[in-house]
Every structure is written in structure tokens, then in C-alpha cells.
């Protein structure tokens, strides 16, 4: 994996965090966070297009705009930073293969952050209440009380 | 079976025809690596389980106001003409039109229409993202931004509160826009 795709799985997963954060924590609502902060980053590399390599300023601002989109989800579906970061990694990978036929269309961020973000809230370790430790220690018990349950049957 | 019942199945499947679409397109021109092959259809099936799974709707059946879906088509020209016309390019078409209409609600406070202005204005902005490749024309956006109006009207109690959302319905509404030009120029001569 190249330092481009490192620096690019990185700003799905600030874009996506940050975007939750300005709009839960600071309260600016989902568009404004999520379009604000997209416009920021796009204008710099806008007035700056040498700072970076070519490839970078040409893909860090629609990796940070889809990646922002996760950040627009309401705390009702998904409230931990751990779960959001990691549709920011799942987003940046699918944007990074993602089919040339569909290249231009409008939306196309979208649909990839809404299928990363569906993946995300799919996974049962992360969905069980509250954290991952807590989702681990369920996943634990559920194993474990699955296994009682097979040998009490073998003792039958 | 009542018609908002149909019609709420009718837009959740088509959501989903379209994400399995994306997917699929990914996993047909990447055939050839294994590994990216595999991770799309552990992407699929997972996507499926959180369709039939999660809570992503709400129980009643509501539509959105059309004088809201219609700020799409006007989003949709702005953002097309600033990322196509100006040469600024999308992410800052899309930022600079979702941020003016993120504002909107200031104008009046107390107005119920103004505060959902915002999601119908970014909505709009994300067609206007289209390269010049697969949106030709000012016509094209029209068309599309009316899809995904109608997009918009019929999605207001399903996947609520769900990034990229507006999104998809964007998507859907090119996509829409872009098989119908594609029927009218094959068989329309």
C-alpha cells in the first residue's frame, strides 16, 4: 500500500469524524457541516494546487466531501466515533476501486458513503450496545453460552 | 395493502437496486483481483443484512413538501454551472451552493419550510457534481434534479437520518436522467 493511499484512507477517516463532530458536538446540523468543511478544504487546494502531490490535490477533496457524508448521520443510527472512523476507511477503499463506469456521475460519493455506512451499522460486534469492549464482551458471552448449550445437549 | 405501503417497498428496493448496481460494477471491472472481488461480495452481504436488520426507516408513511424538492433543480444549476461553467470543480460547487443553503434557516427561524431547505439545496448540489462526460447540458440537470425531486418527496420516512441519503437520491436521479436520454437517443429517431 502506497503513502497516497495511507494519507487517502486517513482523510476518509478525519472527514467523516470531523463532520460528526462540528455536527453533533458543536451543533451546526449535517448540510452545514458536511458542505462547510468540504468548501474549506476544497478552496485550499483550490488557492493552493502545488502543496501536494498531483494525485492528492486531485483526490483529497472528494475523499473529505464523501467521506463527510458519514459524518451527516444522526446519533439515533450510530453515535460512536470508533464505528464512524471506520465507515471513513470503508468509504476511502471503495472510493479507491471504485468502477470507472460510474466515473462523473453526481450522487456517486454518496451511494458510497451510504453502502459504508449501512456495512458499518451490519457488523454485530460493533452494533451491540455501547463500545467495542462491550460489543466483545456480548459476542463472548453469546459464544460461550452457545457452548454450554451444546455440551449440556452431548450430556443428555 | 394501501398505495403508501407500496410505494415506501417501491423506493426502499430501488435504493437498494441502486447501491447492488454500484457494487456490482465495482466487482465486474475488478474481476480479475481476487481479493477486491471477494471484499465487494462481503460488502454486499453485509449491506443486505443491515437492509433486512436495522431500523433505518420510520413506521408512518410521509412525504415531503414538493415546494421543498423543488430548490433541487435550482441547487442542481448552480452547482452544474460553478463546477462546469466556472471550472471550480465539484467539491466546491457542492460545498460552496450546500453551505449558502445550510443558512437559510436564518432568514426566518420560525419558518417550518425554511429548516428543510438545506438538505433539498445539497441534494441538488451533488447533481450539479456531474462531470461534463455523463451530464451534457443544462437540460440533463433539469431532468435529473426532477428525479431525484421526486426522489426526495417519496424518501421523507425511510432511511432517516442515514449519510449520503441525499446522496443516493441524487444518484438515482442521474442515473435515472442518464438511462432515459440513453432510450430516447437509441429509439427516439
Not at chain 1, 472512523?85 to 477503499?93: D, E, P, Q, V, Y
Not at chain 2, 475488478?30 to 436495522?54: E, G, P, R
Not at chain 2, 446522496?167 to 436521479?173: K, L
Amino acid at each position: 500500500m502506497g503513502v497516497n493511499t495511507c494519507i487517502l484512507l486517513v482523510v476518509g477517516i478525519i472527514g467523516a469524524i470531523f463532520t460528526f463532530f462540528v455536527n453533533e458536538k458543536l451543533g451546526q446540523g449535517p448540510v452545514r457541516s458536511s458542505a462547510g468543511l468540504s468548501l474549506l478544504v476544497a478552496s485550499f487546494f483550490l488557492l493552493f494546487p502545488h502543496s501536494l502531490d498531483a494525485y492528492l490535490v486531485k483526490n483529497i477533496p472528494p475523499v473529505f466531501i464523501g467521506s463527510s457524508f458519514i459524518g451527516m448521520v444522526s446519533t439515533r443510527l450510530l453515535s460512536s466515533y470508533l464505528k464512524i472512523g471506520l465507515a471513513g476507511i470503508i468509504f476511502a477503499s471503495i472510493y479507491l476501486n471504485t468502477s470507472l463506469f460510474f466515473n462523473g456521475y453526481g450522487g456517486a460519493l454518496g451511494t458510497t458513503a451510504s453502502i459504508s455506512l449501512l456495512v458499518v451499522l451490519s457488523l454485530p460486534v460493533l452494533n451491540l450496545r455501547g463500545n467495542l469492549t462491550n460489543g466483545f464482551s456480548q459476542l463472548t458471552k453469546v459464544i460461550y453460552n452457545s457452548r454450554n448449550r451444546i455440551n449440556k445437549t452431548d450430556a443428555d | 395493502m394501501n398505495w403508501r405501503k407500496i410505494i415506501r417497498m417501491v423506493s426502499v428496493f430501488l435504493i437498494l437496486i441502486i447501491q447492488v448496481l454500484f457494487l456490482f460494477m465495482i466487482f465486474k471491472e475488478h474481476q480479475h483481483f481476487n481479493f477486491i472481488s471477494i471484499a465487494v461480495v462481503i460488502l454486499l452481504i453485509l449491506l443486505l443484512i443491515t437492509h433486512v436488520k436495522a431500523p433505518l426507516h420510520h413506521d408512518d408513511h410521509l412525504f415531503e413538501h414538493v415546494l421543498v424538492a423543488i430548490w433541487i433543480p435550482v441547487a442542481a444549476t448552480c452547482a452544474y454551472y460553478i463546477n462546469n461553467g466556472l471550472h471550480l470543480g465539484a467539491v466546491f460547487a457542492a460545498g460552496l451552493v450546500g453551505t449558502i443553503g445550510s443558512f437559510s434557516p436564518s432568514i426566518n427561524k420560525q419558518s417550518t419550510y425554511l429548516k428543510q431547505l438545506p438538505a433539498a439545496i445539497y441534494c441538488g448540489a451533488f447533481i450539479g457534481m456531474s462531470s461534463l462526460r455523463v451530464a451534457n447540458g443544462f437540460l440533463f440537470v433539469l431532468a435529473a434534479g426532477f428525479f431525484a425531486g421526486i426522489g426526495l418527496v417519496l424518501s421523507k420516512s425511510l432511511f432517516h437520518g442515514m449519510g449520503g441519503k441525499l446522496g443516493i437520491i441524487a444518484f438515482t436521479g442521474v442515473v435515472i436522467a442518464t438511462f432515459f436520454i440513453f432510450i430516447i437517443t437509441k429509439y427516439g429517431r
